[in-house]
């Protein structure tokens, strides 16, 4: 049962995975892609966009519960993730039904 349930919704879990992975380690990192990509091509959108970023990473790392908050995440989307799973099957079932 376990086994079937993983292999159905394996592209869920490995996106949870990956969001609180990239949320851990990358927050800071994506702020500095955005300010270099601001002082290459002057557009002030990447600006923002690290600014963005400096600030969701600094208090992620000042915060004392970074493993819960990136396991909160991760929850959140696998949650969405096979809600949307869920809402998209019953109206495919819904069509056939409603097409015979």
């Known amino acids: 049962m376990i086994d079937s349930w993983l292999k159905n919704h394996r592209t869920s879990l490995v996106s949870s995975?990956?969001?609180?992975?990239?949320?851990?380690?990358?927050?800071?990192?994506?702020?500095?892609?955005?300010?270099?990509?601001?002082?290459?091509?002057?557009?002030?959108?990447?600006?923002?966009?690290?600014?963005?970023?400096?600030?969701?990473?600094?208090a992620y790392s000042k915060?004392?519960?970074?493993?819960?908050i990136a396991i909160a995440v991760a929850l959140l989307v696998l949650g969405v993730s096979l809600l949307i799973k869920k809402l998209r099957s019953r109206k495919t079932t819904g069509q056939e039904v409603g097409q015979v």
Do not use: C, M, R, W
């Open 17 to 58: 995975i990956a969001i609180a992975l990239y949320i851990k380690f990358l927050l800071l990192p994506t702020a500095t892609l955005f300010f270099e990509a601001y002082h290459l091509v002057k557009v002030e959108v990447l600006y923002v966009g690290y600014q963005i970023f400096k600030v969701a990473g600094y």
């Open 63 to 68: 915060s004392d519960a970074e493993n819960t």
